[in-house]
Structure formats: C-alpha cells, structure tokens
C-alpha cells in the first residue's frame, strides 16, 4: 500500500537533546512538507522540499533542520535552539506544488520532559 | 492577515442531519485551490474535497460538498446525513498558484485555517 509513514508515533526528549522525527513515502512524490500543530492551532508550515536535494524554510523554521537526500525521504531534526518543541508533528506530501492535495502521515507527538 | 478564516471553533449536529461549516479565504492570486480536510482523534489529516478557483461547479465527494461562493470568497463545507464517525476537528486550507512559483516562506504551500471541532449527537 502507497503512502507516508512517520515514526515514532510518540517521542519523549529531554531539555538540551536534538531529536530527529522519520518520514517516509513511496507515493514517488516529488513535494514533501512538515507541519507543526498546536492545541486548538491549524497547521504551520515548518521547511517543504519541492525535489531532491533542495529544502525551504517555511513560517517557523528556527530551531528546526531538515535534509532531502533520498526523493522517499524528509528526516525533520528538533534542535535544541527550538524554545517550545513540545507539539504535533505532521508530514505531508504532494505529486507537485500546483493544485493537488496534499497526504498527511499519522504525525508525531513530541514531549519534551 | 489571516489568509484562512474559519469562525466557528466548535458545532454540534444530530446525526443524520446535515451541518455546514464555514470558511472564508483572502487571496489576490486569480488562481488558488481550495482543501478540505478531517482530523480524527487520531491525529492523520484525511483529504476531503477540492475546489478550483476556476472551476464553475461546485465540487462534490459522496457526502460533502463545497458551497464556493467566489465573490464572497467562502468555500463552505456541507456534510449531509452526518455519522457519529464525522466527529472530528475539520481544516479548510489554501494552496495560491502564482506562489508556486516562487521560493521561500510558505508560498506555493497549503495554508490551514484553524478548524472548527465538529460533534454529531446520536
């Protein structure tokens, strides 16, 4: 079965520690994209790639890193610099950036304790 | 400015009946996409519905249905005959074209609103 898959689905990590979130797809998307939610938020966008090797920063990238070096792959790394981690991390993807939508994995929840 | 505006946080409906849920949009782009998406408890975003800006219809999906209204720049969500399995947070988003175009910041990416958490009543 195509689709996005995102582990772990729960994630605990401590004050100071980098901790990096997996997304997978086999869709063969070219566009890939991660989103940060917050109770009672929508969905923010933190870095999308549009291809292989090339990565942009979205609305609320700071104190996040990405890399695209596999067109299946978009690992998203919570560095230590980002003051509020704690959230719901969703990963998403889309044949394009044009008018198509977009599917989402099942996401991960970050605590930070 | 919010580019996406949904102003109800919450709604309840009696199963069976049907429920619509606004959303209101801001673009200068003549061509955008509308999304609808359901978010269970579970956490996944599930794909609902899409309008085009320059489609003349509205769009239609089995049970949902988008009331585009252009001018007012709305692109409601109607669910009929509402299920328990609708109980759900529900996003409206925005992908403008021209955006795409370009790099950087969230242009070319889908814009969410803030949802409004759907209840159906048995």
């Known amino acids: 079965d195509g689709g996005i898959t995102q582990s772990p689905k729960y994630l605990f990590r401590k004050e100071g520690q980098n901790v990096t979130l997996s997304c997978e797809q086999n869709l063969n998307h070219d566009a890939m994209y991660w989103y940060r939610q917050d109770p009672g938020q929508g969905l923010r966008l933190i870095y999308y790639?549009?291809?292989?090797?090339?990565?942009q920063k979205g609305d609320i990238a700071e104190g996040y890193s990405v890399s695209r070096e596999k067109k299946e792959s978009f690992p998203l790394t919570v560095t230590s610099a980002q003051k509020n981690p704690t959230a719901f991390y969703l990963c998403?993807?889309?044949?394009?950036?044009?008018?198509?939508?977009?599917?989402f994995g099942q996401g991960t929840r970050l605590t930070v304790v | 400015a919010q580019k996406i505006t949904q102003t109800q946080p919450g709604m309840f409906v009696q199963e069976k009946e049907a429920v619509t849920l606004d959303c209101t949009y801001d673009t200068s782009d003549p061509s955008y996409g509308l999304f609808w998406y359901k978010q269970p408890s579970s956490g996944e975003m599930i794909f609902l519905i899409y309008q085009g800006s320059y489609d003349q219809q509205n769009a239609t999906e089995g049970r949902y249905s988008l009331n585009f209204q252009k001018a007012r720049k709305s692109a409601n969500l109607v669910i009929s005959a509402s299920q328990l399995g609708d109980s759900a947070m529900y996003f409206c988003?925005?992908?403008?074209?021209?955006?795409?175009?370009?790099?950087?910041?969230?242009?070319?990416?889908?814009?969410f609103g803030k949802g409004t958490k759907l209840s159906v009543k048995p």
């Open positions: 790639s549009q291809i292989v090797n090339d990565f």
């Open positions: 998403a993807s889309s044949i394009g950036a044009g008018n198509t939508e977009a599917f």
């Open positions: 988003a925005m992908r403008e074209a021209r955006a795409t175009m370009n790099y950087g910041g969230s242009q070319g990416n889908l814009i």
